[in-house]
């Protein structure tokens, strides 16, 4: 079924070749103002990520001509947001959110709007293994190393929670169209509460996890748990340690919410003054007892590395909040 929706695709995008790439990045920006660092991000992608699909689902307002070309370079297939058709859950959603749409410009409102585009996207071009990536997200692996162990353990959803209320969706995977319509459905479900894409994601995971549809990704070593425990500065404690280094000796590799790259680079200077050293307050680790180190790949590019006593891990993404993508490119 998988392999049939693939070819699929390429047909729908009047490709002149056959190929079939194993998984596909899509990014969603919403909104009149093109992010710079946007640019960084999808560069840093197409470098580890040489042949697979990259998307940019964007407003036509900001697909200019200088855009197309910029992207035309890193191979982007820019999809107008207009273009593609809302599904049901998608028109039902902006009916009941209370999500505000003037405050900082909509924000909230867009972060969780881009999981109602995401199925409208993965219904409408049959997309499947599709990894979704934030704007502010620097990515240090080839997804076709990962693919099938996404595959073996995420039939559904793969996720990055840092503390068991809240998941922070820098990097997600969905297995197909299915697991993109559970997440708009949950996404309408919660539309009147108010809460905001993080909380309604980690609702989503804590609804759905016996039933093998939504897992976590790996953000901390196991040896790290054992010497420390896990518990945030707020106060936040977990039921389950296990979730947080879950298949990561399969991975051989973390995943990073956003704790990591706060430390490395800062954070938002809307949200405050940004300076590297910053410890999220809500993260179940402390990233400052860690070493980070950057080694270069065989193919010379710079990759960071997690290490605690003995134990060593790639860091997959840093989601360099601080928005200085370009201090963090390999």
């Known amino acids: 079924m998988k392999l049939l929706k693939r070819i699929m695709v390429f047909f729908m995008f009047g490709l002149t070749f056959f190929y079939i790439y ?9 909104g009149k103002n093109f992010p710079s660092y946007l640019f960084y991000s999808i560069k840093q992608a ?22 197309n070309e910029k992207f035309k370079y890193y191979s982007v297939n820019i999809v107008e947001l207009e273009s593609i058709a809302k599904t049901r859950e998608h028109i039902a959603f902006l ?23 995401l199925n409208d996207f993965a219904k409408q071009f049959e997309i499947v293994d599709m990894i979704h990536l934030e704007s502010d997200n ?20 793969g996720l990055v929670l840092d503390n068991d209320v809240r998941c922070i969706p820098g990097i997600v995977f969905f297995a197909d169209s299915d ?28 609804e759905k996890k016996e039933a093998n549809v939504a897992d976590t990704l790996p953000i901390i070593m196991p040896a790290y748990i054992e010497y420390f425990g896990l518990s945030s500065r707020a106060g936040h404690k977990t039921t389950d ?44 680790f402390n990233p400052s007892k860690l070493k980070i180190v950057w080694e270069r790949d065989t193919e010379g590019r710079k990759v960071p590395f ?8 790639r860091i997959n993404n840093l989601h360099i909040h601080s928005k200085k993508l370009n201090q963090f490119s390999s």
């Open 179 to 206: 697991s993109t319509e559970k997440v708009a459905q949950c996404f309408l479900h919660y539309a009147s509460s108010g809460k905001n894409d993080m909380q309604v994601l980690a609702k989503y995971y804590q």
């Open 306 to 313: 997690a290490i605690f006593n003995e134990a060593c891990y």
């Open 95 to 117: 009916k009941e959110t209370t999500l505000n749409k003037i405050s900082m410009g909509g924000f909230w409102l867009y972060t969780s709007e881009r999981f109602l585009y």
């Open 138 to 157: 620097m990515i240090y692996v080839d997804f076709e190393e990962l693919i099938a162990i996404f595959q073996q353990y995420y039939p559904g959803l």
């Open 22 to 30: 194993p998984y596909a990045i899509v990014f969603v920006h919403i």
């Open 46 to 67: 197409r470098l580890f990520n040489k042949s697979c699909d990259i998307y940019l689902l964007i407003n036509r307002k900001v697909n200019t001509a200088s855009l």
């Open 241 to 284: 340690p296990a979730r947080y280094c879950n298949h990561i000796e399969d991975f051989k590799s973390i995943f990073d919410g956003a704790a990591l790259g706060q430390y490395l680079g800062g954070i938002d200077p809307r949200n405050g003054h940004s300076k590297p050293g910053f410890i999220n307050e809500s993260c179940l």
